[in-house]
């Protein structure tokens, strides 16, 4: 698929105008100060955020982690009773899943994509900023419930009935189902906006055969979050219904069930690996390509293979159900889905090295992580394969064996590209390098931490050790490998200290970066670092897949988006050619009311069941303020079109 | 380098712990679902190793011999060698998932078949946090309770039907088969077969609450006569006490808090809340495998078992000294 | 550093949800062996309302487990374990009174069901003396005053797993005790 030629569109770039330039400050960022931050709904603030606050919670995550190591490093430990334990396993998987790891990949989409497709913000700006404002209250909210002794107890899974008003007393799950409902909207607002935002406004020219890998799979997560969020919105509130007025969707006794539960959450849950997962390969393509010197090889097979994980990826659930009824037949279905499933995955892994074979690969700290990933990942993804397995699942799972696997898959297939990511990415957000020397630290420690914590517990897994235990007795013949795991974790906690230190360090002592200091090949490169509010003087034309490798500095733009309203182009959905331009909303402070508005009415919903209608009717009000016009904007067009007719008039 | 070395270990690790005896360990089968599922778990490791060392030696090796010429990146001949390449890569892999399949459908045969014969049945009730242990029998007065300790007579397959009494539970004895889930409102049942005699721990694999990690189970597979006589044994009523003590002991049981939650067949004491008592003094473990069953362990956890076991439903018993000896001495009596 | 600007952002909703949530300590404890005080009640119980001398006001005992959601989801088990529900049934009463009405015969504070259930009463209430440990009595309080709604709902479960018996606690409108037996608060 070419696009058509864009013709006389395609331009020298002007002359730079520093006028026009601090007019289009002034246009997209008319407020500052902590108005101006309250109020903002540009993608790249919003972005920023909400990757600092994913940090947050990884950190308080991982000193859960932490703490559950400590209490496991020897047999018969008295550090932390099964209470505190059960809350804190939670904590950590909840935490992990829903406030670190699909937040932190749609921040990174949130803040990269508008740059690499070349326009100038997302397309719902404010649903944007009210997506980051819902996801910080539903962090606070589930950590001020934790300090307060409610934390949820369950598990991240909240298997009913465990989970369910009779066993899970208190208010302790209820707290975990209405934090899913915080996160939920944060993430169908931002999957949502990301595909229109790739529908409708891409650069002219950007056809997909020339859309950047990582764009394409946050495209792919976006699609996915919306199916997978959707099956676990209805199962929180089924159990939340069940625990607070007394529905009955999962007592046997009254007709409910107990593994319905477990289908809509794992319908969910295992295409949630794939939400994280697949954003962390858009990451790795990007950087193998950058750091080879040459175009990724194979881009119509890596796309393929995105959207392929994608699909089947919601055929796997059941896997994790191998050992509950479900019929053998079906069963095979779910084994033969689990192992096609590695398929695209091993053809990108082929591809990744097929690209850094053919290239001249620079070795730099973002392909050290990359490296280390496919190292780190390849383990999970194989022991992956085996726990498709039936006999052998059914003998794995809820054991450490699969502790290790999941933790091997997220480690190594998110977190360690997400860290490269971080090298990748942070001159362009913060115009400043990252240190190299302590890169190097990081990585090692990272690596040797990961491998050292979670490899033994593939041994203790098949020793018999079973998951979620606050403790185990001595003659069982754990405590070795445990006590070896807590030192990994020990190591890990170090790596990610050198991390800490060097995000914070380089922000004032790093040096500076210029606009494209690996002298890579997408759009955002094409900008200065940091990037101005505006993102681009003029929108770049795109003629081709390198992007600014077919140019150098000099690339082709449209000009005409007036500069003195918030404009942005939209284009068609295929072959990208302008149909209009679009003006953005202003900053305002409506999404920051409506989220406290909802996390209000959504706290109020677990106590009692008025919570949720009465609230309903008080969200009108932020509502009545988001739809109110501008009124400088409305005026304008007033005067616009009076204008219009009077030259219309005149003619 | 590293992730060679590592993989070394891990394969030495694997090594040790096969030969090391387990007494719940998925390595070391003594039945004939998890001796399959140990074939098969060897295979697929030998597969990912042979898989792991071309993929990521290919990368390493890459790496390696990274080129810093300044030869042409995208030149169509080295393209076309790596395309040619991968397709065969491709065409190597699928071949090798069919055949993971086909070997994993075979083997899913194999546990889910067990020979029919004359089949032992029991019946495993999950409780927060112990197991409560009925034998099945056409005859009803044959019929008895146990609780936490499942004898099975070696060779000879056994059906344990499988129910929740609260939440979702997990049995897993991994020496003889795979785990099975026992699901609130959904009866469901597992076979095993022990060849050799030896005593296996289980263990709940399913998170039930605060004490999921006390919730064990202990398997014994004895030979069929040893395992006739334990049947003979278990049907017996609990045996009156002799001396005064222990009759003391006796009426300590029936008249305060124990016989709330307990039952002694035979006695005064039916209620079924907490596990059958009737042979308690024969079992290896109390409190579903936290402790061994000594006179000492069994004062501390009727005194206090909250300390022992935070959360378990049994509360703590301020008994004197001399009832405390009393009841002690009864409950040693019934074998 | 924007993390840092975030933090004094959540201050507000952070301060709210404090407020909100005061109580949340209490009501989530998970107390395992603790023993409440238990002793003093039962004396301080009276049966008749006449008495020698100056008259006394009686203080009103609070239960230890009033509003704590792990005791009254124990008491809800040992209400159907130590076949309470056999007679009283799920608070609507049959061979025993309903405990879901606003009528006590022998008093609705706490200390008084306690000697209830431990002392018994007669014409059919046993006396569970020696057979359940005061914890377990107090978490049996916690529940039995739950049923009328007097204490404990916003912390007691919408329902059991198992047949529909009787409306949901949280929706049912609270009983005041119209029984003359009560100490004057």
């Known amino acids: 698929m070419t696009a058509r030629p864009l013709g006389e569109e395609i331009t020298l770039p002007p002359a730079i105008d ?59 430990n008295t550090l932390i009773g099964p209470d505190l334990y059960n809350q804190i396993f939670t904590m950590h998987g909840s935490t992990m899943m829903f406030l670190f790891a699909v937040p932190i990949m749609t921040a990174i989409g949130i803040y990269l994509v508008p740059l690499m497709i070349g326009t100038r913000n997302v397309a719902f700006p404010r649903l944007n900023a009210l997506g980051y404002w819902m996801y910080l209250c539903g962090g606070i909210f589930l950590y001020t419930f934790f300090f307060l ?100 969707f999962f007592n046997p006794a009254e007709g409910g069930d107990v593994l319905l539960w477990q289908h809509l959450f794992w319908f969910f849950g295992h295409p949630e690996v794939y939400i994280i997962f697949i954003p962390a390969l858009g990451m790795v393509s990007q950087i193998v390509t950058t750091f080879s010197r040459r175009p990724v090889f194979g881009y119509p097979a890596m796309v393929a293979a995105l959207v392929a994980t994608g699909t089947v990826g919601f055929g796997l659930w059941v896997h994790h159900m191998f050992s509950t009824s479900v019929h053998q037949l079906g069963q095979s279905y779910f084994t033969a889905a689990s192992a096609m499933i590695s398929i695209p995955t091993g053809v990108q892994i082929f591809c990744w090295i097929a690209t850094l074979w053919l290239g001249r690969p620079v070795w730099r700290t973002p392909l050290l992580f990359v490296v280390g990933f496919l190292v780190v990942f390849m383990i999970g993804g194989l022991s992956g394969v085996m726990l498709a397995s039936v006999p052998f699942d059914v003998q794995a799972t809820d054991t450490y064996f699969v502790v290790a696997h999941l933790h091997y898959v997220l480690l190594g297939g998110a977190i360690l590209p997400l860290i490269g990511a971080f090298y990748y990415w942070y001159p362009k957000v913060t115009g400043r390098m990252m240190s190299e020397r302590l890169g190097r630290w990081n990585f090692w420690l990272l690596f040797v931490g990961v491998n050292v914590t979670f490899f033994p517990m593939h041994i203790l897994g098949l020793k018999g050790m079973t998951r979620r ?46 606009p494209n200091p690996w002298d890579a090949d997408t759009l955002e490169w094409a900008t200065s670092s940091p990037p101005p509010p505006y993102n681009f003087v003029n929108i770049p034309v795109v003629t081709s897949r390198e992007g600014t490798w077919a140019y150098g500095e000099e690339i082709p733009v449209m000009t005409g988006l007036k500069t003195d309203r918030p404009e942005t182009l939209i284009t068609t959905t295929m072959t990208t050619e302008p149909l209009y331009r679009h003006e953005l909303p202003a900053p305002t402070l409506a999404p920051l009311g409506m989220a406290i508005v909802i996390g209000g009415m959504l706290t109020a919903g677990i106590f009692t069941p008025w919570g949720l209608p009465m609230g309903s009717l008080v969200v009108i009000v932020p509502f009545y303020f988001w739809g109110w016009p501008d009124k400088r904007q409305h005026e304008r067009n007033l005067r616009e079109e009076r204008e219009r007719r009077g030259e219309a008039e005149a003619a | 380098m590293k992730s060679r070395d590592l993989l070394w270990a891990a394969l030495a690790g694997v090594a040790v712990a096969c030969t090391a005896y387990d007494h719940q360990s998925v390595l070391d089968p003594v039945g004939p679902q998890a001796t399959s599922t140990r074939q098969l778990f060897y295979f697929m490791v030998a597969v ?173 597979a004895e030979s069929p006569a040893e395992f006739t006589r334990w049947v003979q044994l278990q049907r017996q009523p609990a045996p009156a006490p002799v001396d005064s003590v222990a009759i003391a002991g006796q009426r300590v049981f029936e008249s305060g808090s124990c016989a709330m939650c307990h039952t002694i067949a035979s006695t005064q004491a039916a209620a079924t809340v907490g596990p059958n008592l009737t042979h308690v003094a024969g079992r290896m473990t109390i409190a579903a495998g936290t402790l061994q069953n000594s006179r000492g362990n069994l004062a501390g956890w009727i005194l206090d078992p909250q300390t022992i076991k935070p959360g378990a439903k049994m509360p703590a018993n301020a008994l004197a000294p001399a009832e405390l000896q009393a009841l002690l001495a009864y409950l040693g009596t019934l074998k | 550093m924007i993390g840092s600007r975030t933090s004094s952002i959540g201050v507000f909703p952070l301060a709210v949800l404090l407020v909100l949530a005061l109580g949340g300590c209490k009501d989530e404890k998970r107390e395992f062996r603790e023993m409440p005080p238990a002793g003093s009640p039962i004396g301080a119980v009276r049966e008749s309302e006449l008495q020698p001398g100056p008259s006394v006001v009686a203080e009103s005992t609070k239960s230890p487990y009033g509003n704590n959601a792990y005791a009254l989801s124990e008491g809800k088990r040992l209400y159907n374990q130590m076949n309470c529900s056999g007679c009283h049934f799920q608070g609507g009463g049959g061979i ?40 377990q009595v107090w978490q049996l309080v916690a529940y039995v005053r739950s049923l009328s709604g007097l204490e404990g709902t916003s912390v007691s479960s919408a329902r059991e797993d198992h047949m529909y018996v009787s409306p949901d606690l949280q929706l049912r409108s609270p009983q005041t005790p119209k029984n003359t037996n009560t100490p004057s608060k």
């Open chain 1, 469 to 514: 235990i606050y403790t185990y007795p001595e003659y069982m013949g754990w405590g070795t490998l445990n006590l070896i795991a807590t030192i990994g974790a020990v190591i890990i906690v170090a790596g990610m200290a050198v991390f800490a230190v060097n995000l914070f360090v380089s922000l004032k002592r790093g040096a500076i970066a210029g």
């Open chain 2, 48 to 220: 990912a190793v042979i898989v792991y060392v071309i993929v990521v030696g290919a990368l390493l090796l890459v790496i390696r011999n990274r080129r810093t010429a300044v030869d042409d990146p995208q030149s169509p001949a080295r393209e076309a060698r790596a395309e040619r390449t991968i397709k065969i890569a491709v065409a190597i892999v699928v071949p090798v998932l069919f055949v993971f399949l086909l070997y994993d459908f075979a083997v899913a045969r194999v546990v889910g078949r067990m020979p029919e014969g004359s089949m032992l049945t029991i019946d495993v009730t999950g409780h927060q946090w112990w197991w409560e242990v009925t034998y099945e029998d056409p005859i009803p007065h044959n019929i008895f309770h146990t609780a936490n300790e499942i004898h099975i007579p070696v060779g000879r397959p056994v059906r344990i039907k499988l129910a929740s009494h609260d939440v979702i539970h997990s049995f897993w004895v991994p020496n003889l088969s795979g785990k099975k889930d026992l699901i609130p409102g959904h009866a469901d049942d597992i076979m095993i077969r022990a060849d050799q005699p030896g005593i296996y721990r289980g263990q709940c694999a399913e998170f039930c609450g605060l004490e999921h990690a006390k919730m064990a189970m202990l398997v014994v």
């Open chain 3, 96 to 135: 025993g009174p309903p405990l879901m009405d606003d009528d006590w015969i022998y008093g609705s504070d706490p200390s008084q069901i306690f000697t209830t259930i431990v002392e018994g009463r007669p014409n059919g209430m046993p006396t569970f003396k020696g057979k359940l440990s005061n914890q």
């Open chain 1, 18 to 76: 520093e006028a026009d330039r601090a007019r289009l400050h002034a246009t997209w960022e008319p407020v500052t100060g902590i108005m101006g931050w309250l109020k903002s709904v540009n993608h790249k603030s919003v972005g920023k955020r909400y990757i600092c606050t994913a940090l947050v919670f990884f950190l308080l995550g991982g000193l859960e982690a932490a703490a559950m190591r400590a209490q496991l490093a020897r047999p018969e």
């Open chain 1, 149 to 248: 002794n409610t934390g949820p107890d369950a598990g991240w899974f909240n298997y009913v009935p465990l989970s369910g008003p009779q066993y899970g007393m208190g208010k302790r799950v209820d707290v975990w189902a209405q934090m899913v409902t915080f996160t939920e909207i944060s993430a169908l607002v931002a999957a949502l906006e990301m595909v229109v935002t790739i529908f409708k406004m891409r650069a002219p020219g950007m056809t997909w055969g020339r859309l950047p890998l990582l764009v394409w799979a946050q495209l792919v997560t976006a699609v996915m979050v919306m199916f997978a969020m959707s099956s676990v919105a209805t199962a929180s509130i089924m159990l939340g219904a069940d625990r607070l007025i007394a529905t009955q």
